[in-house]
């Protein structure tokens, strides 16, 4: 056979689908896309979108008519407007949630009306049977109808699901009910060990019916309800981009949709403005905040000569940047594209019901008519042969296998949200039974994200707390990083601080100002230098064990005479070494990955007992790293809080986002920890491991009973009410299996 190349070299496209229910619907509409010549297409069913390569414009049309040719949705999916894919998933929950109420409301007294009336015959009065018909009705009929559209919609393209089990179920206990009413049949008086049920009991088949509905809705509503679908990260990512840019031409600013400007063009960016493409300084200096992009907890100092990133903020300074990459070729749209590279790799996870469902179902209906088959042929009568095929398709019926993932779902989120652990879906749990390594990132995780003061070196007689003083009184003025972790020493001394005046900023340099009658300088070497005060040995020493312990060490002149030294850095949470042994504890082997210096990374993973440090990593080497482990067999779990980890934590096995995070980072996890202490890590993944676990256990007891009990109902031992009986009873134990995940407790408790 030969495949068809591809007609032009085009971007992926992506497209929404709507319509499917389970992991088997996602390899059909995948089939079907890759059906069409030179498309290599994917489907993720989690986040209900398919990305499809080789289409240019005039054929997405094509793609989107070949999907609904297969019974599905499909829309274009719209990066900046999702609003097609939101509104279809939350009108699927409403409806869902609407016909379980009528459901169950009904079902409760249909079912005490039955239990009561068809096992006591002296409590019937006429027509009990069609009273109880006229109950089920509406349940097997609209609040069932999800069911009985997706068989429908399966029957006419030739292929059976779930729903086509579940469909047929209802049908035919219901129809069977009708029709043993109707004609005034008296049902046959199957054994039960202790003894038969009375005639017309039949009316049962009517309670199976709309209890079978009841539970399927539910699983289905919780089930929707727990995968409702994640934020697309690349829109978010989209957001941080500048939507207007001041473009220099011929020495005058215009300001002009960013998608106008081009490479080579010179733009302006003032205070407080995002930069929109990435460049190189050619005017002024700045202190830009590339906290989001890089994870360092200072702003960096920018002059002529330095290169910007689209995406981070000039602080406190005008820049004139000449634009070296624009567009898609800027650093933050190529993160965009490697997140969605990364989350392509999600399309592959099924469900272990999911992929039994394409052999299941069809051999339960063909056993189902074996059975029938076999009961006439041996002379068994009509209403009882049906009776047996009936009790074999109601014991066959998955509600236990439909239940078994969404109820576990439901309590161990549930359970995590008390916690302060909100897990997105099955993915997460999946993934956290595989895990062998934890990647942290340091900022803003392991760290507090805040400076503080670490080490003051006095010099030229001055005490550490006068030098404190000096430092603080000029900073005042001052809304740097630096500057609060001074002001914050300060306040622990309650003296007033000297009068201050005459303070200027100096964007990549300090400060510069006058206190209590002396000229002041705060800031780095080049600051100095430009000055022309002279760096004594000192203070050098004080500079060099700065450097090797890996924080930032500013410079104090008083009068043109260097007086000290104030060394910041960030602070290692207080709960952080909890947590890393914690994670040892598990098993775990944990991983320190910074974009800092190798000397502060270190200088924090000695303190914690990490053994691994990767530092200087820029975001886009993050991902591959992850990657990297990955190659070596490592099954991973990122850990981070930035933009810088988005990429990162979609390109994990599992990804965990700190919830004082960006918003863009927290859409890329798979797990959001929102409670404020480290412990929350090793707990999460304690609580994704036991819910997986008892999915695992509810999957395993559904399979059994369904293995154990349909040789039963084939043999006539089971009538369709013990049938249903069971079947609710293998309901509930699955349920009460779930509950017990409400148990868990964290290390703390």
């Given at each position: 056979?030969?495949?068809a190349?591809?007609?032009?070299?085009v971007?992926?496209?992506?497209?929404?689908?709507?319509?499917?229910?389970?992991?088997?619907?996602a390899?059909?509409?995948e089939r079907?896309?890759?059906?069409?010549?030179?498309?290599?297409?994917?489907?993720?069913?989690?986040?209900?979108?398919?990305?499809?390569?080789?289409?240019?414009?005039e054929?997405?049309?094509?793609?989107?008519?070949?999907?609904?040719?297969?019974?599905?949705?499909?829309?274009?999916?719209?990066?900046e407007?999702?609003?097609?894919?939101?509104?279809?998933?939350e009108?699927?929950?409403?409806?869902?949630?609407?016909?379980?109420?009528?459901?169950a409301?009904?079902?409760?007294?249909?079912?005490?009306i039955?239990?009561?009336?068809?096992?006591?015959?002296?409590?019937?009065?006429?027509?009990?049977?069609?009273?109880?018909?006229?109950?089920?009705?509406?349940?097997?009929?609209?609040?069932?109808?999800?069911?009985?559209?997706?068989?429908?919609k399966?029957?006419?393209?030739?292929?059976?699901?779930?729903d086509?089990?579940?469909?047929?179920?209802?049908?035919?206990?219901?129809?069977?009910?009708?029709?043993?009413?109707?004609?005034?049949?008296?049902?046959?008086?199957?054994?039960?060990?202790?003894?038969?049920?009375?005639?017309?009991?039949?009316?049962?088949?009517?309670?199976?019916?709309?209890?079978?509905?009841?539970?399927?809705?539910?699983?289905?509503?919780?089930?929707?309800?727990?995968?409702?679908?994640a934020?697309?990260?690349?829109?978010?990512?989209?957001?941080?981009?500048?939507?207007?840019?001041?473009?220099?031409?011929?020495?005058?600013e215009?300001?002009?949709?960013?998608?106008?400007?081009?490479?080579?063009?010179?733009?302006?960016?003032?205070?407080?403005?995002?930069?929109?493409?990435?460049?190189?300084?050619?005017?002024?200096?700045?202190?830009?905040?590339?906290?989001?992009?890089?994870?360092?907890?200072?702003?960096?100092?920018?002059?002529?000569?330095?290169?910007?990133?689209?995406?981070?903020?000039s602080?406190?300074?005008?820049?004139?940047?000449?634009?070296?990459?624009?567009?898609?070729?800027?650093?933050?749209?190529?993160?965009?594209?490697?997140?969605?590279?990364?989350q392509?790799?999600?399309?592959?996870?099924?469900?272990?019901?999911?992929?039994?469902?394409?052999?299941?179902?069809?051999?339960?209906i063909?056993l189902?008519?074996?059975?029938?088959?076999?009961?006439?042929?041996?002379?068994?009568?009509?209403q009882?042969?049906?009776?047996?095929?009936?009790?074999?398709?109601?014991?066959?019926?998955?509600?236990?296998?439909?239940?078994?993932?969404?109820?576990?779902?439901?309590?161990?989120?549930?359970?995590g949200?008390?916690?302060?652990?909100?897990?997105?879906?099955?993915?997460?749990?999946?993934?956290?039974?595989?895990?062998?390594?934890?990647?942290l990132?340091?900022?803003?995780?392991l760290?507090?994200?805040?400076?503080?003061?670490?080490?003051?070196?006095?010099?030229?007689?001055?005490?550490?707390?006068?030098?404190?003083?000096?430092?603080?009184?000029?900073?005042?003025g001052?809304?740097?990083?630096?500057?609060?972790?001074?002001?914050?020493?300060?306040?622990?001394?309650?003296?007033?601080?000297?009068?201050?005046?005459?303070?200027?900023?100096?964007?990549?340099?300090?400060?510069?100002?006058?206190?209590a009658?002396?000229?002041?300088?705060?800031?780095?070497?080049?600051?100095?230098?430009?000055?022309?005060?002279?760096?004594p040995?000192g203070?050098?020493?004080?500079?060099?064990?700065?450097?090797?312990?890996?924080?930032?060490?500013?410079?104090?002149?008083?009068?043109g005479?260097?007086?000290?030294?104030?060394?910041?850095?960030?602070?290692?949470?207080?709960?952080?070494?909890?947590?890393?042994?914690?994670?040892?504890?598990?098993?775990?082997?944990?991983?320190?990955?910074?974009?800092?210096?190798?000397?502060?990374?270190?200088?924090?993973?000695?303190?914690?007992?990490?053994?691994?440090?990767?530092?200087?990593?820029?975001?886009?080497q993050?991902?591959?790293?992850?990657?990297?482990?990955?190659?070596?067999?490592?099954?991973?779990?990122?850990?981070?809080?930035?933009?810088?980890?988005?990429?990162?934590?979609?390109?994990?096995?599992?990804?965990?986002?700190?919830?004082?995070?960006?918003?863009?980072?927290?859409?890329?996890?798979?797990?959001?920890?929102?409670?404020?202490?480290?412990?929350?890590?090793?707990?999460?993944?304690?609580?994704?491991?036991?819910?997986?676990?008892?999915?695992?256990?509810?999957?395993?007891?559904?399979?059994?009973?369904?293995?154990?009990?349909?040789?039963?109902?084939?043999?006539?031992l089971?009538?369709?009410?013990?049938?249903?009986?069971?079947?609710?009873?293998s309901?509930?134990?699955?349920?009460?299996?779930?509950?017990?995940?409400?148990?868990?407790?964290?290390?703390?408790?």
């Open positions: 056979m030969t495949i190349e591809p007609l032009d070299r971007d992926p496209v992506e497209l929404d689908i709507s319509g499917m229910t389970c992991a088997a619907c390899r059909r509409v079907a896309l890759n059906k069409l010549d030179g498309v290599d297409a994917s489907v993720n069913y989690a986040t209900e979108r398919a990305v499809v390569n080789g289409l240019d414009e054929r997405i049309a094509l793609a989107v008519q070949q999907v609904e040719k297969t019974g599905y949705g499909a829309h274009l999916h719209d990066g407007d999702d609003a097609w894919s939101r509104r279809a998933t009108v699927r929950i409403t409806s869902l949630r609407r016909r379980l109420v009528v459901a409301l009904l079902t409760i007294p249909l079912m005490d039955t239990i009561v009336f068809a096992l006591v015959p002296g409590w019937r009065f006429p027509g009990w049977e069609w009273l109880c018909v006229l109950l089920a009705l509406p349940i097997v009929t609209w609040a069932a109808w999800p069911f009985h559209r997706v068989t429908l399966n029957l006419r393209h030739g292929t059976v699901s779930m086509t089990l579940v469909s047929l179920g209802i049908a035919v206990s219901f129809g069977w009910a009708l029709v043993t009413l109707v004609l005034g049949l008296d049902g046959p008086a199957y054994w039960l060990g202790f003894g038969s049920t009375p005639d017309g009991a039949d009316a049962m088949y009517l309670d199976v019916a709309a209890g079978m509905t009841t539970f399927q809705l539910a699983g289905r509503y919780f089930e929707t309800r727990s995968r409702r679908k934020g697309d990260v690349l829109g978010a990512l989209s957001r941080l981009a500048a939507t207007r840019v001041r473009i220099l031409r011929d020495g005058v215009v300001v002009e949709p960013s998608a106008r400007l081009r490479r080579g063009d010179t733009f302006v960016v003032l205070p407080g403005e995002t930069i929109p493409a990435d460049g190189d300084v050619t005017a002024g200096a700045a202190a830009v905040d590339a906290s989001m992009m890089t994870g360092e907890p200072l702003p960096v100092e920018v002059v002529s000569g330095d290169v910007v990133t689209g995406g981070t903020i602080t406190d300074g005008r820049l004139e940047v000449r634009a070296t990459s624009v567009g898609a070729n800027t650093q933050l749209a190529q993160m965009a594209a490697l997140a969605q590279r990364a392509a790799r999600k399309a592959n996870v099924q469900t272990l019901a999911d992929r039994v469902t394409t052999y299941f179902v069809p051999a339960v063909v189902a008519l074996l059975v029938f088959v076999a009961w006439l042929l041996g002379g068994a009568p009509v009882q042969a049906i009776g047996t095929g009936i009790a074999v398709l109601i014991i066959a019926c998955p509600c236990a296998l439909g239940l078994a993932t969404p109820t576990a779902l439901m309590v161990g989120i549930g359970r949200a008390s916690l302060g652990i909100l897990v997105k879906g099955q993915d997460a749990l999946e993934a956290s039974g595989r895990i062998t390594t934890v990647v990132d340091k900022t803003g995780t760290t507090t994200g805040r400076m503080a003061v670490q080490r003051v070196t006095a010099l030229a007689e001055l005490s550490e707390d006068e030098l404190l003083r000096l430092a603080a009184s000029l900073e005042q001052s809304e740097h990083p630096i500057a609060r972790a001074i002001l914050a020493r300060t306040a622990e001394h309650p003296p007033a601080l000297p009068p201050f005046s005459d303070f200027s900023a100096l964007p990549g340099l300090g400060a510069s100002g006058r206190v009658g002396h000229d002041v300088l705060i800031g780095n070497a080049r600051l100095l230098a430009e000055r022309a005060v002279q760096i040995a203070a050098r020493v004080a500079l060099d064990h700065a450097d090797e312990q890996g924080r930032t060490a500013v410079l104090v002149a008083r009068d005479e260097v007086v000290g030294v104030i060394d910041v850095a960030d602070e290692i949470k207080a709960d952080a070494q909890a947590a890393i042994d914690a994670l040892h504890e598990q098993g775990l082997e944990t991983i320190l990955l910074t974009g800092d210096s190798a000397a502060a990374g270190q200088r924090t993973a000695d303190q914690l007992g990490i053994n691994v440090v990767l530092a200087e990593v820029l975001p886009a993050k991902a591959e790293v992850v990657r990297d482990l990955q190659a070596r067999g490592k099954n991973v779990a990122m850990v981070g809080d930035g933009i810088n980890d988005a990429v990162a934590l979609s390109a994990a096995d599992l990804g965990l986002a700190i919830a004082t995070g960006t918003d863009i980072a927290l859409k890329a996890a798979d797990i959001i920890l929102v409670r404020e202490d480290l412990m929350v890590v090793p707990d999460a993944i304690a609580l994704a491991r036991r819910t997986l676990r008892t999915i695992r256990t509810n999957l395993g007891w559904a399979f059994g009973y369904n293995i154990a009990a349909i040789p039963l109902a084939a043999a006539g089971l009538n369709p009410l013990i049938a249903a009986a069971a079947m609710s009873l309901s509930m134990l699955v349920v009460h299996n779930s509950l017990r995940l409400q148990n868990f407790r964290t290390r703390r408790q």
